[in-house]
């Protein structure tokens, strides 16, 4: 560096190329890296998946209701609703599970686990989100080969 913190234009990286594994991301592109629309509309899902399932849990814990007694006694459309959404909550799961392996994706069976302790209408479109930063990452890495990825 010169004097004025200013970089030599004989060390400086041209705009075209990636930036060296030995140079910092600035702290606010780390953050916000990799964060496209659909990613952000997933995690919008997310949030409101979480909200609104806990919404309801406090208030079935605050009457003492049964919860497995209301999913399959309350009626034949309850029912149903409940076999539907166990059926996309499984195939979800295991798609969570593969595409987190083919991705290098690591942790992606937490998601499952979580979603026994939050709901699955926060995990997987949490994971959703997640899955396109990582396909976006891995995008950029494609057409940049000397970049990081970080």
Not at 2 to 11: I, L, Q, S
Not at 65 to 94: H, I, M, Q
Not at 102 to 121: D, E, H, I, N
């Amino acid at each position: 560096m010169t004097e004025n913190g200013a970089v030599p234009k004989d060390r400086a990286v041209p705009k075209n190329r990636a930036v060296p594994k030995n140079r910092a991301v600035p702290k606010n592109r780390a953050v916000t890296k990799n964060w496209t629309p659909l990613a952000l509309g997933y995690l919008a899902l997310s949030l409101t998946g979480l909200i609104g399932t806990w919404t309801f849990n406090v208030l079935a814990v605050q009457q003492a209701r049964d919860f497995v007694g209301d999913w399959v006694g309350s009626g034949p459309a309850v029912s149903s609703l409940t076999v539907d959404l166990l059926v996309a909550a499984v195939a979800g799961s295991v798609f969570i599970v593969a595409e987190s392996r083919r991705l290098g994706m690591r942790w992606g069976w937490l998601y499952v686990l979580a979603s026994g302790l939050t709901a699955f209408a926060f995990t997987f479109p949490l994971f959703l989100a997640m899955r396109e930063r990582a396909l976006v990452a891995a995008r950029g890495r494609a057409a940049d080969p000397g970049a990081t990825g970080d």
